[in-house]
């Protein structure tokens, strides 16, 4: 199983980052899938959700109207649109799956820096 995230990077404020996740080894289309993140000495918090066929998502208040969370099932992969980016989005960004028995997987992380 893995979950593999790519597309972060260092960013101006008000500029954009588009991240990817692309999942292998289970039925990706049968699992919710979730951006996370975490900034230094913070806990880790959910950035978006969205569920298996994508009709229904999800936002944290921070980031709703500026992030867009999207799926391709054909593709096994996961992305989330970040605009107008701000310092504080600064985190390492993680990808997870969520089935509803409990069971979840998570990637190893991609870093986003927005610098103002």
């Known amino acids: 199983v893995q979950l593999v995230e790519s597309g972060g990077g260092l960013v101006q404020a008000g500029g954009s980052l588009r991240l990817s996740c692309a999942a292998s080894g289970f039925t990706f289309s049968n699992y919710h899938m979730s951006w996370y993140r975490q900034a230094p000495g913070k806990e880790r918090e959910l950035v978006a959700g969205i569920s298996t066929v994508g009709g229904i998502t999800n936002y944290a208040d921070s980031v709703k109207g500026r992030f867009t969370i999207s799926r391709d099932n054909a593709k096994k992969s996961v992305y989330l649109q970040m605009n107008s980016l701000k310092p504080e989005d600064t985190a390492v960004y993680y990808c997870?799956?969520?089935?509803?028995?409990?069971?979840?997987?998570w990637g190893q992380g991609t870093q986003v820096t927005v610098s103002s």
């Open positions: 997870n799956g969520y089935y509803t028995s409990g069971l979840q997987y």
